[in-house]
């Protein structure tokens, strides 16, 4: 079996040894890191998430693929940069102000970094001050925000207004979730996107990634 | 006898206590307020400021144990008793805090507004099986800042069963406190006649908030009612089995506890929570799986070992429509629960893990929480002894359907369901309708907003309330309130 196609099928079993073991091999045989990264490592989390939608795996299998998608990530991620390719981008989460339930922004977390972006997590209760200039200083291209509170929801306008009024909301593109927004609310306050739960958001990260 | 439920026996329920207070004394519990961090301090816990970490002592457990109350009682709005939360008592409230309804009309999950929610205070004014009213669900037609207070303004105004509810944040406490001044007069007569329960949630692992620990101490300082509502997800935030997600429900409990008595000894509080586990195929918290419902028998059962009231979020489903799978959860849940004892049973009206009340199911529940309490009174006899006679009877009349013993006995015997329950013959039930369910339960909501009678509540008083309801929207650029005929 050729190199990345180890790489794509032991990610997918969770086996984080086996993944570090062939990306450094990979690596060692010079196959172009952008192959590694797209048709090894991504290749395989794609998989993943399919098979998790399709309720061929459960939660665990996924979180475990993750780890150790950043075992192989960890490796490669030094010659990407060398080598100038970027990654598939950068997202900035967080829980919106005043709401400090983030089991479900956590999960989200973990499987946007499972497909390949660079996760920068600001925590609960954060403000729309933070949210936009950690977004502007980290060149992050989506801003993702959680609330599971209705006294916490209107929060996620603020940032909106706070991009446009800064003329960054062409820039950054943001996606909201949790249990009391909907994707009406999300058009209505001008978000770029909804998910309803962890795969969806990263299905609909790619796509905002896509779309400049 | 009255019937019973239990899931631990003494060995293991003493080994889950003793491996709870571990946990508490070595790994301890983060909490993010200063006042109660220095207040462990000074009873000897091992405080960390920079980490808003605190190790709790077999002392401060021993000592909050003792001085909780083993019971206490609510009253409603004009200051009758309703509930009197001991041994095996058990009451139901509906599930608090969703944030949308099922829409009977248009058959939809939407946000709630003023108008639903006073519908539902005048539902449940006549639900004879659920004791308290709840905040059950969040008007989107007001400013943010005052949903939760403006809740419990409406709950005062129309319905005078005590309320079940909850602060979103340190700020909403006064108002909330000060609309129950207003309906009791002094501080004093509210501590002595409490009116309201509020829950108070520690973060799961082993964490408290600056919002709800806060909330504790206010509660505690004022002798409001809390029940605590610590919620390990098994299998995510917390251990995947059901002993290990009971240890760190008995620590996080255990830890809220030492926060209420500390502040106020002797302060009133309910045993309470809402584990679950937690679903790894579609990331949700099942409330309606048999194992969370297991878990909430099992920590009331820790409770009861304690000599505490207890509470559990265990009646309610996670359908999301009033289907066969929204009854089966709820009762399964109601009867384990008034098995168990739970005092407190949370849940009914709920739909869609805790996110979704419908007035329909409200009433379908209350007719399940009807049956339950029937369960629990057992099998007694009722000169039934010696039986000869009875018989004898039987067999010389041929029905026993106008017998002295058949009209004294029949309405203790039998519980009779209805109008939502249906036990009509077929063709009784087509000749009226053939009413499906969700119809029958909405044809009841209907006849119950129509016979609603307005609460007796003082009319002096009705007008302090919306005087501070009017004042708190004006703080927050509201000019008015959504019902001004109130
Ligand atoms: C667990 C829980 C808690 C825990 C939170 C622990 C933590 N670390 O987060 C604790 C116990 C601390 C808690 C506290 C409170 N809670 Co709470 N809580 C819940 C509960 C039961 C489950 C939430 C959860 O974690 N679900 C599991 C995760 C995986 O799902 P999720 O959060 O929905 O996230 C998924 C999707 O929504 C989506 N998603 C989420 N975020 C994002 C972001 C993006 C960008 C995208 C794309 C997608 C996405 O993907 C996620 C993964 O599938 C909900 C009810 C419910 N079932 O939703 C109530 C609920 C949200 N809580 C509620 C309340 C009232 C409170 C308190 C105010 C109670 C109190 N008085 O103390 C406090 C809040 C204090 C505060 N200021 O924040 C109410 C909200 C009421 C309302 N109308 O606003 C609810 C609905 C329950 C109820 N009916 O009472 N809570």
Redesign the interface.
């Known amino acids: 079996m050729d190199i990345l196609k180890q790489i794509s099928e032991n990610l997918r079993g969770g086996n984080d040894k086996k993944v570090l073991e062939f990306t450094k091999l990979a690596i060692e045989q010079k196959i172009p890191p952008k192959d590694i990264l797209d048709d090894g490592l991504i290749a395989g989390m794609d998989t993943v998430g399919k098979l998790f939608k399709a ?1 061929e795996i ?3 299998d996924v979180l475990l693929a993750a780890k150790a998608m950043y075992s192989g990530m960890d490796e490669l991620k030094p010659i990407l940069i060398r080598e100038g390719i970027p990654t598939i981008g950068k997202v900035v989460i967080g829980t919106i102000q ?1 709401d ?1 339930h983030d ?2 922004k956590n ?1 989200v977390g973990i499987m946007l970094k499972g497909a390949g972006f660079e996760v920068i997590d600001l925590g609960n209760d954060v403000s729309p001050e933070k949210f936009v200039e950690r977004a502007k200083k980290e060149n992050a291209k989506v801003i993702g925000m959680s609330a599971l ?6 929060g996620m306008r603020k940032v909106i207004d706070l991009l446009n009024e800064r003329g960054l909301s062409g820039e950054i593109k943001t996606i909201i979730g949790g ?2 927004v909907s994707e009406e609310f999300a058009r209505e306050i001008g978000a770029d996107a909804y998910g309803y ?2 795969a969806s958001a990263v299905d609909r990260v790619k796509k905002l990634t896509r779309e400049k | 006898m009255r019937p019973i439920v239990k899931f631990l026996d003494n060995e293991l329920l003493e080994r889950i206590v003793s491996e709870a207070r571990d946990v508490l004394c070595k790994l301890g519990v983060e909490i993010h307020n200063r006042g109660i961090l220095s207040m462990l301090g000074d009873y000897g816990a091992k405080v960390d400021m920079h980490r808003n970490h605190a190790l709790f002592t077999d002392e401060i457990i021993d000592r909050t144990l003792k001085s909780a109350p083993g019971s206490f009682k609510l009253y409603d709005v004009l200051g009758n008793e309703t509930h009197d939360f001991i041994g095996y008592n058990v009451y139901f409230t509906p599930g608090s805090a969703a944030l949308n309804i099922l829409d009977y009309k248009t058959r939809k999950i939407r946000k709630p507004t003023t108008m639903d929610y006073i519908k539902y205070t005048e539902v449940v004014s006549g639900l004879e099986n659920i004791a308290s009213q709840s905040t059950a669900f969040i008007p989107a037609d007001v400013n943010e800042n005052i949903s939760d207070s403006y809740r419990l303004y409406l709950s005062l105004l129309c319905c005078k069963k005590p309320v079940v509810t909850g602060a979103f944040s340190v700020e909403a406490f006064n108002i909330m406190k000060d609309l129950q001044l207003a309906v009791r007069g002094t501080r004093e007569k509210l501590a002595a006649k409490p009116l309201t329960i509020y829950s108070c949630c520690p973060t799961s692992p082993l964490k408290w908030s600056d919002v709800t620990s806060q909330n504790l101490v206010d509660c505690a300082l004022h002798s409001i009612p809390v029940e605590y509502v610590s919620m390990p997800l098994a299998g995510f935030m917390a251990p995947v089995t059901l002993v290990g997600t009971l240890v760190q429900h008995t620590a996080e409990t255990l830890s809220g506890l030492a926060i209420s008595q500390l502040t106020n000894p002797g302060t009133p509080i309910l045993y309470g929570g809402s584990p679950a586990i937690f679903d790894v195929r579609y990331e949700t918290t099942p409330m309606g799986a048999v194992e969370t419902q297991m878990i909430d028998c099992a920590y009331n059962e820790i409770g009861k070992h304690f000599g505490l009231p207890t509470q559990a979020y265990i009646s309610l489903s996670d359908s999301k429509r009033l289907d066969t799978q929204a009854g089966l959860e709820s009762s399964m849940g109601a009867t384990l629960a008034v098995l168990a004892g739970v005092n407190n049973i949370s849940g009914p009206g709920m739909l869609d893990f805790e996110n979704c009340q419908s007035l329909e199911k409200l009433v379908v529940d209350n007719e399940i929480c009807g049956m339950t309490l029937r369960l629990i009174k057992g099998i007694e006899p009722r000169e039934d002894f010696p039986a000869l006679p009875r018989f004898e009877e039987l067999l010389k009349e041929k029905h026993l359907l106008i017998s002295e013993h058949t009209l004294r006995y029949l309405r203790e015997e039998q519980y009779f369901p209805g109008p939502v329950i249906d036990r009509a013959n077929r063709a009784r039930w087509r000749e009226e309708g053939a009413l499906t369910l969700f119809k029958r339960a909405h044809r009841e909501v209907k006849r119950l907003v129509k016979e609603y009678e307005p609460s007796r509540l003082p009319g002096e008083v009705k007008r302090e309330l919306k005087k501070l309801m009017e004042g708190e929207a004006r703080r927050y650029g509201m000019d008015s309130l959504p019902s001004r005929d109130l």
Not at chain 1, 149 to 154: A, C, G, I, V, Y
Request: no cysteine; charged share 5%.
């Open positions: 309720h459960f939660l665990p005043g400090l089991i479900g999960l509170l209705t006294t916490t929801m209107q249990a009391p739960d962890a």
